[in-house]
Each structure stands twice: as structure tokens, then as C-alpha cells.
């Protein structure tokens, strides 16, 4: 084991690096493993919010219902997540509007973060948008 001297405030004391070391290494550890966690959550986040934004685009540019639905739960569907997640998708189409919804809840099955925080986050997204008729925008406008 080898010996430094340490200065704390003024004066010499013996220490032992490997003593440090274990006593701090945990604290490092976790908050590691913290911020891993939470750039995985965020990630998924950040995916669900542009998959809905993506659906409401894809649904409200289209003039059929049945074809806008498709396209929205298509959009719906490409949603890649790196967590474990329950999900429930939903779209609707309305005559003038579409909205989709996206719940889910995270899942966190074992290990570290079990033991830690809590056993799940949810996440709700809740959007809708007016249908735009192309032909009916552009003869409005003069063009």
C-alpha cells in the first residue's frame, strides 16, 4: 500500500491512496450509470415526440381518410426506442383534424436502478393538427 502525503488546510497527514479510492469509486460509479440512464430516457423521449410530430404531418397532408390513418400509424409504428417500453399508439382522423396519442411507461426490470429510483417512468404525448387541402389553400390565395 503506498503512502502520500496529503495538505489540508496547512498541515501534513498520511494517507492511503487505495483507501481513497475505494471510498470514492461507488460516488463515481453511480453518477455514471445516472447520467447513462437518463440519456437512454431522454433519447426515447425525444423519439416519441418526433414520431408523433412525423404522424401529424404525414395525416394531415393527406386528402383520403383511410390513406391518412395508414400514414399515421405507419409513423407511429417507425418509433425506435432504446429502453424497454409498454407502449399504446393511436391515431385518429377526423374531417378537419387529426391527432395522434402516445403513452408509455418505461420499463426497468432489474439491477442497480431497481434497487435505486422507482420501477417505471411514464411519458404521455397528446397532439392534433388542422387537415390542409392543398388545392383549396393555393385557389384561396391567388395562386
Known amino acids: 500500500m503506498k503512502q502520500m502525503i ?3 488546510f496547512g498541515k501534513k ?9 475505494t471510498l470514492l469509486m461507488p460516488l463515481i460509479l ?3 450509470l445516472f447520467l447513462l440512464f437518463t440519456m437512454y430516457y431522454l433519447h426515447d423521449i ?5 414520431g408523433c410530430e412525423t404522424a401529424l404531418t404525414r395525416g394531415m397532408l393527406e386528402r383520403n381518410d383511410k390513406a391518412a390513418r395508414a400514414e399515421m400509424e405507419k409513423a407511429l409504428e417507425e418509433i425506435r426506442l432504446l429502453g424497454i417500453w ?3 399508439r393511436k391515431a385518429v ?3 378537419d383534424r387529426v391527432s395522434v396519442s402516445v403513452s408509455g411507461i418505461m420499463r426497468i426490470r432489474e439491477g442497480l436502478f431497481l434497487k435505486l429510483i422507482s420501477g417505471s417512468y411514464s411519458y404521455e404525448k397528446d397532439e392534433e393538427a388542422r387537415r390542409v387541402d392543398e388545392v383549396v389553400y393555393l385557389r ?3 395562386r
Open 6 to 8: 496529503v495538505h489540508y
Open 13 to 21: 497527514y498520511k494517507a492511503s491512496m487505495t483507501v481513497e479510492l
Open 30 to 32: 453511480g453518477v455514471f
Open 46 to 50: 425525444t423519439a416519441i415526440q418526433k
Open 86 to 88: 409498454d407502449i399504446d
Open 93 to 95: 382522423v377526423g374531417k
Open 140 to 142: 384561396s390565395h391567388g
